[in-house]
C-alpha cells in the first residue's frame, strides 16, 4: 500500500526526522491561505499522486510569489501523470538547497535482509544513477537482530558527508527512518533527495512509504489512509471472491487454476510473442459461479482480446470443469474469442464435451499459447 508524501511526512515528523514546512491543499483558494500560513515569499508547489516522476511530469513547481503559486497551483490541479489525476497539492516553504542526497530503506529478497541505500546522488534521475552508475549506490545490509546502531550509521553518514558535524546530523534521520520502517511494517521508506541546505541543516524535503498489505491490520490509522485505484478496487474484490488477481495491462486474459500454472502460463504467452492481461488463480474449483464471476472480472478489461482457460484436472476433474464452463457460459454472452485447455483426470472426457463449441480446445500448452496469441493480433 503507497501513501502520499505529505501523509509520509507526517510520519517522518513524528519520529523525529527534520521536514520541511508544508500544507496539503485541494483548491487554490486553500493554496492562497496555505501560503499566508507559511510566511515565505518562495514556496514549492508538488502535485500529490500515487506515482513516481512528478517532476519530470511538470508536477512540481517553484514559485517565487502568490500570483506565481496561484498559477502553479492552478496548473497543476487536475494534471494527469501517469494515468493518476491530480486531485490537491502540497505547499511548502522553499529551501536554500547546497546539495541533494538519497535514502532508502527497502526489504531485499536476495539477502533476506532490509538493506539501507545511500547515495550523493539524489534527485529526480536516481533510477539513471542506479541503471549507468551503480557504483555510486551504498548498500549495508541490516542484521534484524542488531539494527542500525551509533557505528553503522556513523559509518554510512561518511558514504555522504565528510564533515563530522554533518555525519552527527545525519545520525539520528538513519536510525529514526530505520526504526519507523520496522514499526510500521514497511516495505520501502526513501528520503529523496535528502538535502543539505545553504544554513548548514539536513532535512528531507520528500518522504515516500509503502506498506505490507498483510501487516496492516497492525496499523488501522495507516490502513486508513489506503486511497485503491479502479484496479487495486479489482483486485480487493476478486480477493473476496476467492481469486488472486493482479492486473497487468496485456490483451490476453488468463483464466488459470494454480498459482505456479498460472506463472507458466504467462511466460508462454510471452514466449509466443503475446502479453498476459492478467494473473487470475481461480483455485480448484469447478463451480459455474465461480468461473462467471471469473470471466466477468476478465472481460471487464478493455484491453482484453482473447481469454485463456488453463485448466488442469488433478483432484478436480476435467469433465466437471468442462461441465462448468459450458453451464457459465449459458449466462455470459461474449463475442471475445475463447481458447481451453484441458489437462490432467479425465481429460478426454472432458475435451469431447467441449467439441463443436464456440471454444477453441487446445490440449497442450503450447498450442494453447499459439492459438491465443494468433487470435489476439
Not at 516553504?93 to 541533494?100: C, F, L, T
Not at 498459482?259 to 474449483?285: Q, R, V
Request: proline fraction near 3%; include cysteine; glycine fraction near 8%.
Amino acid at each position: 500500500m503507497k501513501i502520499h508524501e505529505y501523509q509520509a511526512k507526517e510520519i517522518f515528523a513524528s519520529y523525529g526526522i527534520p521536514v520541511d514546512k508544508s500544507i496539503v491543499c485541494r483548491t487554490v483558494d486553500d493554496a492562497v491561505k496555505a501560503y499566508e500560513m507559511l510566511d515565505s515569499q518562495k514556496v514549492i508547489v508538488k502535485a500529490q499522486v500515487l506515482t513516481g516522476g512528478r517532476g519530470k511530469a511538470g508536477g512540481v513547481k517553484l514559485a517565487k510569489d502568490e500570483m506565481e503559486m496561484r498559477k502553479h497551483t492552478a496548473d497543476i490541479l487536475g494534471m494527469d501523470i501517469k494515468g493518476f489525476v491530480v486531485d490537491r497539492v502540497l505547499i511548502g516553504q522553499a529551501v536554500n538547497i547546497a546539495s541533494e542526497y538519497y535514502v532508502s530503506y527497502i526489504v531485499d529478497r536476495s539477502t533476506k535482509s532490509t538493506i539501507m541505500m545511500l547515495s550523493k546522488e539524489g534527485g529526480m534521475d536516481i533510477e539513471e544513477v542506479a541503471r549507468t552508475t551503480p557504483e555510486k549506490i551504498h548498500k549495508f545490509v541490516i542484521d534484524p537482530m542488531i539494527g542500525v546502531p551509533d557505528y553503522l550509521a556513523r559509518e554510512a553518514a561518511f558514504k555522504l558527508f565528510d564533515d563530522i558535524n554533518l555525519v552527527n546530523q545525519a545520525v539520528p534521520i538513519f536510525q529514526n527512518l530505520y526504526k519507523l520502517f520496522v514499526e510500521k511494517d514497511a516495505s520501502l521508506a526513501e528520503i529523496n533527495p535528502l538535502v543539505l541546505t545553504a544554513e548548514g541543516k539536513i532535512m528531507a524535503i520528500d518522504a515516500k512509504m509503502t506498506f505490507d498489505d498483510n501487516a496492516l491490520y497492525r496499523h488501522p490509522k495507516i490502513a486508513a489512509l489506503f486511497e485503491p485505484t479502479e484496479e487495486e478496487k479489482k483486485e480487493k474484490n476478486a480477493k473476496s471472491k476467492g481469486f488472486s488477481y493482479v492486473n497487468l495491462g496485456g490483451e490476453i486474459g488468463c483464466m488459470v487454476n494454480g498459482a505456479g500454472l498460472a506463472m507458466a502460463t504467462m511466460d508462454m504467452i510471452k514466449l509466443y510473442g503475446g502479453n498476459p492481461a492478467n494473473f487470475l488463480d481461480i483455485g480448484g474449483s469447478s463451480n459455474p459461479t465461480k468461473v462467471i464471476e471469473a470471466m466477468k472480472l476478465l472481460l471487464s478489461d478493455k484491453n482484453v482480446k482473447v481469454v485463456l482457460i488453463n485448466i488442469f484436472g488433478g483432484i478436480t476433474r476435467c469433465d466437471d470443469v468442462a461441465n462448468g464452463l459450458l453451464e457459465a457460459f449459458n449466462q455470459i454472452q461474449t463475442d471475445i474469442p475463447i481458447v481451453i485447455r484441458l489437462t490432467g483426470t479425465n481429460e478426454k472426457e472432458g475435451r469431447a464435451l467441449l467439441q463443436g463449441t464456440k471454444f477453441n480446445v487446445a490440449e497442450t500448452m503450447g498450442e494453447a499459447g499459439k492459438k491465443a496469441v494468433e487470435l489476439a493480433r
